[in-house]
């Protein structure tokens, strides 16, 4: 059976001046401060909930932590470690899991390399695209291969 990742939500809560203070999950000792992290159904210092792998802290960085293999990670570092590496569709080249992408149906693309294979021109969000023979095609390019297409002589 397959172990899933484990994703986890990371509270900031103000610590109440008349409550027992709360003991510290990574440092054992009790918890002084204005501020407290809740994460793991632990208590934690804001210094010492932090990523095994870069040293980040995770309350700073964002509102989920993840855990496998007995380690706590920021997002980058799970994915860095565990999460699954692809190829570009038009370098070849291995996407780090990590590294935002585009995606055009089952094709997956460096952000760099969306572009269209005729004439180099990128592409933003929003922008149209034509995916044709598996090749990223701008508009112009698209239309003139319908035209030569359509004008090309029937092969029989």
């Not at 109440?16 to 000792?29: F, H, I, L, V, Y």
């Not at 089952?106 to 005729?118: G, I, K, P, R």
């Amino acid at each position: 059976m397959q172990k899933r990742e484990q994703s986890f939500g990371i509270q900031m809560l103000t610590v109440q001046p008349d409550a027992k203070p709360k003991g510290c999950a990574g440092c054992n000792r009790k918890i002084k401060d204005r501020y407290l992290l809740k994460a793991l159904d632990k208590y934690w210092h804001e210094d010492c909930l932090k990523c095994a792998c870069c040293d980040c802290r995770l309350g700073e960085v964002g509102s989920t932590l993840y855990t496998k293999a007995n380690l706590i990670l920021c997002r980058r570092d799970y994915l860095r470690l565990f999460g699954v590496t692809g190829n570009c569709a038009a370098c070849s080249k291995l996407i780090p899991a990590f590294e935002m992408v585009m995606r055009a149906k089952e094709n997956v693309y460096h952000l760099d390399c969306f572009a269209c294979q005729l004439c180099n021109q990128r592409f933003c969000v929003g922008d149209k695209f034509f995916l044709k023979n598996n090749m990223i095609l701008c508009q112009t390019d698209y239309e003139e291969g319908l035209m030569k297409e359509s004008y090309a002589p029937q092969v029989r």
